[in-house]
């Protein structure tokens, strides 16, 4: 599997990080989990494209992000109380690889030093996607993307 994600982990965890997924399918328009619901399972993305969205009261989702081929679907599963942050639709026919997130929680209890690397890979795509937000809001609610907000007057 090549996936930017698990690149870094030690192989040995990798293969039973591996021994913990299987492959599946999600054809376009697939809501693969919705804010909220519990985060049992997470994905790598081998094809296809997956659009994550935020409920805003009253209105229609908006996607915050779209994700595609090695990317992470999926890290609410490593922080309590487990319950998704967003919610995940598929854009295009997905294939990937789905893991189960309580078998992957005893996996990093059982070997520490693998845990804290897949809690490090996991907190990089938490780091990239927080940093891809907050320049979103920058280019949506700052003049010019200058990072300053204007207030009413």
Same mark, same amino acid.
């Given at each position: 599997?090549?996936?930017?994600?698990?690149? $870094?982990?030690?192989?040995? #965890?990798?293969?039973?990080?591996?021994? /913990?997924?299987?492959? %599946?399918?999600?054809? @376009? #328009?697939?809501?693969?989990?919705?804010?909220? +619901?519990?985060?049992?399972?997470? =994905?790598?993305?081998?094809? $296809?494209?997956?659009?994550?969205?935020?409920?805003?009261? *009253?209105?229609?989702?908006?996607? %915050?992000?779209? !994700? $595609?081929?090695? +990317?992470?679907? *999926? =890290?609410? =599963?490593?922080?309590? &109380?487990?319950? =998704?942050? !967003?919610?995940?639709? @598929?854009?295009?026919?997905?294939?990937?690889?789905?893991? +189960?997130?309580?078998?992957?929680?005893?996996? /990093?209890?059982?070997? &520490?030093?693998? $845990?804290? @690397?897949?809690?490090?890979?996991? !907190?990089?795509? %938490?780091?990239?996607?927080?940093? @891809?937000?907050?320049?979103?809001?920058?280019?949506?609610?700052? &003049?010019?993307?200058?990072?300053?907000?204007? %207030?009413?007057?």
């Amino acid at each position: 599997m090549n996936s930017t994600f698990l690149h $870094g982990l030690p192989s040995e #965890g990798r293969d039973r990080l591996m021994a /913990c997924s299987h492959e %599946v399918s999600f054809p @376009a #328009g697939t809501r693969i989990f919705d804010e909220g +619901d519990p985060a049992d399972h997470f =994905w790598i993305i081998r094809t $296809g494209a997956v659009t994550l969205d935020l409920q805003a009261h *009253g209105r229609r989702a908006t996607t %915050v992000e779209t !994700l $595609g081929h090695g +990317d992470l679907l *999926g =890290w609410s =599963w490593l922080v309590p &109380p487990y319950d =998704w942050r !967003l919610g995940a639709e @598929a854009f295009s026919l997905v294939r990937a690889h789905d893991f +189960d997130a309580k078998a992957v929680r005893a996996l /990093c209890d059982l070997d &520490p030093a693998f $845990g804290l @690397a897949l809690t490090r890979r996991v !907190l990089e795509v %938490v780091a990239r996607r927080l940093q @891809a937000t907050r320049i979103r809001l920058l280019d949506l609610y700052a &003049p010019h993307g200058s990072g300053e907000m204007q %207030v009413p007057q």
